[in-house]
Each structure stands twice: as structure tokens, then as C-alpha cells.
């Protein structure tokens, strides 16, 4: 059987890569959609071909619980608003999809984490990257060190557009916008699965706001074994790499998380493999088998929030200009 997705969230991303994706998908269908924005529904439900009986409005969605076509909900909304809509999502029985950054906050990713146990339905963060097969291949390089014990690490995730409005999410702090939630995550997801390791401590950040949301961030990480990385993330500078150093070599991901693919290649000369599109078909995919096979899912709440607790480390230490050790 295929798991039946309903997406909540009818915006750019749903619409552009998500929905998309969804039609490429084994173990998935989408069939029905949950919208603050019932004006988008005539144009989505054509297109998709989505029953009346599985649309719903932010003000109607418990009504899902009792809808046994829908298994999931995938919320891609602005971040600040992913907490309620998970909670609600999973009150309604439905497992959860949830994009990233997982929530502003860890004790929001906490809650989340607790309504989805509580009613026994699995939650996957949308970190695409995870699913790609040459970051996989990368990943592998570390778990065997292929080129020796890691020596340093560099991860870069820079997108040059304009400055985000501040009447528009993206340009409002409060609602998750800024560099370091938006392409920040990646950096720091990157860090973590490009070493293998969990960071100790933020060694130093700056944070560049010429208005209410970071447009650069730079931060430096201490990970175990005195392994020093260099993350810097921006929405007006354009960079996009992982770099694993090690004592033999290195190995890295240029560019490290285009939707069109990620290429690999190492310090020998390697090529890890031809760049892979669809990552976010090859995520569902996954996630939908988890949920059939009753499987643990790659990118659980537990993951999103370890990436929450970091960014919190490194925004306190741009404010400080201090060392801030990083519990989890
Ligand atoms: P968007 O602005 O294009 O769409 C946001 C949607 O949420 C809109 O349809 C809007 O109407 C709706 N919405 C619901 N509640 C809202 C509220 N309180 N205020 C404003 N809008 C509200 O944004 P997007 O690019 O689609 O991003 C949505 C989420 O997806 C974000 O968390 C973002 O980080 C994530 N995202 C992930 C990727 C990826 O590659 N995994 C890429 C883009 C965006």
C-alpha cells in the first residue's frame, strides 16, 4: 500500500519541490492538503487531483483525525509556526513530516518530540541532504576513515539574494528567518554527518544584522579530539561546500546541497559519483517505508533538535563573545 501524504503549507517549497517530488515517489501518494490560504486550493487540487473530502483549512484540520486516506502530515511552513502544527498534526494521529529547521526552539523540538511519542506516530525532519547518495558516500569515508583520523573541517551554505522584506517571513527573526535557521542548518547538519561527531563547544560567532535578521553568520565549532570547524552561512553571499581534512587527505562535497545534485570528490583525484536529483523523493520514499515497515526513520525529532540546541549555542555566542559549551 502507499502511505497517503497530506501537505500543510501550500507554499514555495510545497509547491515547487515537494509536490513535485511526490508524484515520483513508490511508497507515497499525495492526497490531500491542509492551507490558511483556501484561494491556492481550485489550482492545487486540479493539478494534483485531490478529493474534496481531503482538504482542509488551519481551522478545520483536527477534523483528519477520522480521514483514514491521510497517514501523514508534512508541514512546510514558516519555522516559528512548525511547533503548533506538529503538535496538532500529531493529536490527530497522523505521523509527521516536519521541514527544517526542526522549531526556533529546543524546548518547542521537545514538545514535539513528546506529542509524537505520546501519540505513537513517527516524526521526520526534512533534511533531504541525508537521503543523498553522495553525501551518504561521504559519510561512509569518515565512518572508515579512509583518509585517517579527521584533522578539520569547513562547511558553507550561501545563497546571494536580496535582502528578505521585512514584512515577509523570511525577513522577521522571530519567525525563523535569517541565515543561520535557513542554510545555517545545513552547515551545521553538515558538520555533524560530514564528521560523525557531536561539537563540544562554539568556539566563536558573528552574526552580521543590518536589520532584524542575520543576512551572514560565521562560527567556529570544537568537536572532540581538538577538531576545529569553520561554518559560515549567508542569504547575500553565495558558497556552498563541505570539506573534510584529514591526516591522509581530504574529501569533500562542492557544491554540498543544490536540488539538482551534490558532487563528491576527494583529495586523490576521486569522483564519489554522478550528482543524484530528487533528493526530497528519495526522503519520502524513505520515511513512507519507515512508517510501513514500522522502521525508525533516518532524521528523527531527536536529530532536528541537536541542529536547534547548536544554532542557540552559536547565536548566544555572537552575543557574548564567548565560548559556549553545548549540552545535549
Ligand atoms: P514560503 O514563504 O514560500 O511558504 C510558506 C507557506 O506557509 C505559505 O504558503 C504561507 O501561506 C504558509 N503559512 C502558514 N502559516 C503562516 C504564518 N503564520 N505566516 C506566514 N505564512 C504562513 O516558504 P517556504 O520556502 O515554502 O518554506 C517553508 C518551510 O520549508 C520553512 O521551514 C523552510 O525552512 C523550509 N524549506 C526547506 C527547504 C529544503 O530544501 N528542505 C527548502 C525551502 C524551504
Not at 515517489?25 to 492526497?31: F, P, W
Not at 526522503?283 to 522502521?295: E, K, T
Request: a negative charge; aromatic letters at 8%; charged letters at 20%.
Amino acid at each position: 500500500r502507499k502511505i497517503g501524504v497530506a501537505i500543510l503549507g501550500l507554499g514555495g517549497y510545497a509547491k515547487g519541490q515537494i509536490a513535485p517530488a511526490l508524484q515520483l515517489t513508490e511508497h507515497c501518494e499525495l492526497r490531500g492538503l491542509i492551507t490558511g490560504s483556501p484561494e491556492k486550493l481550485p489550482e492545487w487540487q486540479a493539478k494534483y487531483a485531490i478529493k474534496d473530502e481531503n482538504v482542509y483549512t488551519y481551522d478545520t484540520m483536527e477534523d483528519i483525525a477520522s480521514n483514514s486516506a491521510i497517514d501523514v502530515i508534512y508541514v512546510i511552513t514558516p519555522t516559528a509556526t512548525h511547533r503548533d502544527f506538529v503538535i496538532r498534526a500529531a493529536n490527530a494521529g497522523k505521523h509527521v513530516w516536519c521541514e527544517k529547521p526542526m522549531a526556533m526552539r529546543p524546548e518547542d523540538c521537545q514538545q514535539m518530540i513528546t506529542a509524537c511519542q505520546q501519540n505513537g506516530v513517527k516524526l521526520s525532519i526534512g533534511y533531504r541532504m541525508l537521503h543523498e547518495p553522495n553525501t551518504q558516500k561521504l559519510i561512509e569515508l569518515t565512518r572508515t576513515q579512509a583518509y585517517g583520523p579527521i584533522t578539520g573541517a569547513t562547511s558553507l551554505a550561501g545563497y546571494a539574494g536580496s535582502l528578505p522584506a521585512l514584512d515577509y517571513w523570511r525577513g522577521q527573526r522571530a519567525m525563523g528567518g535569517g541565515a543561520l535557521y535557513d542554510m545555517g542548518v545545513y552547515t551545521i547538519n553538515g558538520l555533524r554527518y560530514g564528521t560523525q561527531l557531536m561539537p563540544l563547544a562554539v568556539v566563536s560567532a558573528t552574526q552580521e544584522r543590518p536589520e532584524d535578521v542575520d543576512v551572514t553568520t560565521t562560527y567556529q565549532l570544537e568537536f572532540p579530539n581538538g577538531i576545529l570547524a569553520n561554518g559560515k552561512t549567508s542569504v547575500v553571499e553565495s558558497y556552498n561546500k563541505l570539506r573534510i581534512e584529514a591526516t591522509n587527505g581530504w574529501y569533500e562535497l562542492d557544491p554540498m546541497q543544490p536540488y539538482e545534485g551534490v558532487q563528491g570528490s576527494t583529495s586523490d583525484g576521486k569522483i564519489l559519483g554522478p550528482p543524484v536529483p530528487n533528493q526530497q523523493s528519495l526522503q519520502m520514499d524513505a520515511d513512507a517505508l519507515a512508517i510501513l515497515n514500522n522502521q525508525p526513520v533516518r532524521a528523527p525529532g531527536e536529530e532536528g533538535l541537536k541542529d536547534i540546541l547548536i544554532i542557540r549555542a552559536i547565536i548566544e555566542s555572537a552575543e557574548t563573545g564567548k565560548r559556549v559549551p553545548i549540552v545535549f
